[in-house]
């Protein structure tokens, strides 16, 4: 059974910073790409960014620059971290795992408001 749990949401002003943790448990290893998704009310789920096995990141246009993203694999976490905040990052946050397209895992998400 795998679980992946997402912390770190919440409201702040524009310009400011969030960290998201997303803490993976059961049969995940360190062979799944981990990436955060966003989802904006009417809008479809869209990749934010994400880091492979062996370290390579990728990061949507819209926040490149802006924002990071990590990894323990020890510890079995990944993070966001997300400066510079804007009005238009505002949606709930997902983590995922994926090893392969027909393997992968969602975690339940977290709210991300920035106001202006």
């Known amino acids: 059974q795998v679980q992946l749990v997402e912390s770190g949401g919440g409201l702040v002003q524009a310009g400011g910073s969030l960290r998201l943790s997303c803490a993976a448990s059961g049969s995940i290893s360190s062979r799944y790409t981990m990436g955060w998704y966003r989802q904006a009310p009417g809008k479809q789920r869209e990749l934010v960014a994400n880091i492979n096995s062996g370290g390579s990141t990728y990061f949507a246009d819209s926040v490149k620059g802006r924002f990071t993203i990590s990894r323990d694999n020890a510890k079995n976490t990944v993070f966001l971290q997300m400066d510079s905040l804007k009005p238009e990052d505002t949606a709930v946050y997902y983590c995922?795992?994926?090893?392969?397209?027909?393997?992968?895992?969602w975690g339940q998400g977290t709210q991300v408001t920035v106001f202006s």
């Open positions: 995922n795992a994926r090893l392969i397209l027909s393997i992968q895992y």
